[in-house]
């Protein structure tokens, strides 16, 4: 490693990969080097807890660029590299191996890492997380049918293990506190759907049921044998899957003195409070100008890929402000969900009949305008709505819920 480097990016992801290749796309041509604590070249984390976990991917088709990519475009990677803090003053970056790295400018790209639960029995072996191919590889051997697997957390991650597990002949229980699942980002109406598809595969739920201890085993007392839920009940598990959130990684930022909300605080530009340091992805709070300015943390590969975008075009001295609208994806069993904008503060929720036999498709509106859209086997329906949403067109619900009328015809003129 070089002592002075022009761009330094901590976290080797979907943003920071992201971000070293667009600088050079850019026309950047000082020096840019990426520092992973990982010991792989960046992923694709979305097929983790999906086709990875299954076994139908290899980690070689995970990886977002190969290492010819990163060498052809004069980007130094460099794997299992812990960045322990940061000296702004010196703008220097200190390594957990000892040495010592100087930036011109610094990127951080740190993500997040799973939320714990700090109850008893949290230290027991047997409890996995999802977040990197390591979980994975710990998870995949307790991975064996007839396996009793509980999860904690009835959140995306949670849900698709449980389809990966159940097809996999593991007897799955979910155990989540809200009365529903997917209760923190989609409505209703697609949490039932969820639930009955999931339920028909004999996925079993307890719902508005808190995980209080995880008890030991019987024969071996240092590996998990239960789930202790708040309504008394032992739920007997040979393995555990721990699936209640995330924690965004910023206490780099936090010992550097950067301002912090609920992540790195940064503007439409991803700049941070130092003129020097930009922050993208997991690990940022930042206004959507979509919600009006709104400041808020997205955990979405998309969202990832557009602050990189934005961040390149700043350090390439052509600062492009945050212009996307959010938008989602899940993969669960043969359900491809896709699901664009937020829906809080909607007013209003319609309900279209989809067109296939297992399809769902929910529009929320707010003040007549569609401001959310969770579209399932429906590309259709998400593509339109997509375009009503970042046109901001005023809709009939009643033509929304007419699977008569084509959602084509309800864009303005020009742009249909
Ligand atoms: P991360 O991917 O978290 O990467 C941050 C990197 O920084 C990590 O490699 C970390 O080791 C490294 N790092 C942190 N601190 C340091 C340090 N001090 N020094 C060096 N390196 C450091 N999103 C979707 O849009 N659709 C999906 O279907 C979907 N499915 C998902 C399934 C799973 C199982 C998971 C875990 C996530 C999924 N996501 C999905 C979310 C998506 O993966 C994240 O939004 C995305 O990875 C965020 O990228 P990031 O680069 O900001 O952070």
């Given at each position: ?5 022009d ?9 920071g990969?992201?971000v070293?290749?667009?600088?050079r ?16 070249l960046?992923?694709?984390?979305p ?11 290899t ?5 977002l ?6 060498a052809k475009?004069n980007i130094?990677w460099h794997?299992s ?6 000296d702004?003053?010196l ?8 040495a010592?790295?100087e ?11 799973p ?16 977040r990197s ?6 998870l ?8 009793r697997?509980?999860i ?14 159940v ?13 529903r699942?997917?209760?923190?980002v ?15 595969q ?10 209080q ?9 240092s ?25 965004p990684n ?22 941070t409070s ?41 350090l390439?001295?052509?600062p ?6 959010p ?6 069993y ?11 503060g ?6 279209r ?8 498709v929910?529009?929320y ?7 959310a859209?969770d ?8 593509n339109?709505a997509?375009?009503?949403i ?20 309800l864009?303005?003129?020009?742009a249909?």
């Amino acid at each position: 490693m070089t002592n002075q480097t022009d761009v330094v990016v901590i976290g080797a992801s979907h943003a920071g990969s992201e971000v070293a290749s667009r600088l050079r796309q850019g026309g950047f041509t000082g020096s840019v080097a990426l520092l992973g604590a990982e010991p792989h070249l960046p992923y694709h984390r979305p097929p983790l807890s999906k086709a990875f976990l299954a076994g139908e991917t290899t980690v070689d088709q995970l990886l977002l660029r190969s290492a010819e990519a990163y060498a052809k475009a004069n980007i130094e990677w460099h794997p299992s590299t812990v960045v322990d803090s940061i000296d702004r003053a010196l703008r220097t970056l200190y390594l957990s191996s000892g040495a010592a790295l100087e930036y011109g400018k610094l990127v951080l790209a740190t993500g997040g890492r799973p939320r714990r639960l700090p109850i008893p029995g949290a230290e027991l072996q047997g409890l996995h997380v999802m977040r990197s191919i390591a979980d994975v590889d710990a998870l995949r051997p307790a991975f064996t049918p007839g396996a009793r697997l509980v999860i904690a957390g009835g959140g995306y991650i949670g849900l698709e293990v449980a389809a990966v597990a159940v097809k996999a002949g593991l007897d799955v229980e979910i155990v989540e506190f809200a009365p529903r699942v997917l209760a923190r980002v989609a409505g209703p109406g697609l949490s039932a759907f969820y639930e009955a598809a999931h339920r028909a595969q004999g996925v079993k739920f307890r719902l508005g049921t808190g995980v209080q201890a995880f008890e030991p085993s019987a024969e071996n007392p240092s590996q998990v044998g239960g789930v202790r839920c708040s309504d008394g009940s032992l739920l007997p598990a040979d393995l555990v899957l721990v699936a209640v959130g995330l924690v965004p990684n910023i206490e780099l930022a936090k010992d550097a003195g950067l301002a912090l909300g609920n992540g790195i605080v940064i503007d439409e530009f991803c700049r941070t409070s130092d003129p020097d340091i930009l922050a993208i992805g997991d690990c940022t709070e930042f206004p959507l100008p979509f919600l009006g300015g709104a400041r808020v943390r997205l955990e979405s590969v998309p969202n990832a890929v557009e602050q990189a975008r934005v961040a390149a075009s700043v350090l390439n001295g052509d600062p492009k402000p945050y212009a996307a609208v959010p938008w989602f994806w899940s993969d669960q069993y043969h359900l491809k969900l896709q699901s664009v904008g937020l829906s809080q503060g909607h007013d209003q929720v319609v309900l279209r009949p989809p067109r296939t036999a297992e399809g769902f498709v929910a529009f929320y509106l707010k003040e007549g305008r569609m401001i959310a859209a969770d579209c399932v086997n429906a590309i259709i329906e998400f593509n339109m709505a997509k375009r009503l949403i970042t046109d901001k067109v005023i809709v009939d619900p009643a033509a929304l819920a007419d699977p008569a009328v084509n959602l084509k015809s309800l864009l303005p003129v020009a742009a249909s």
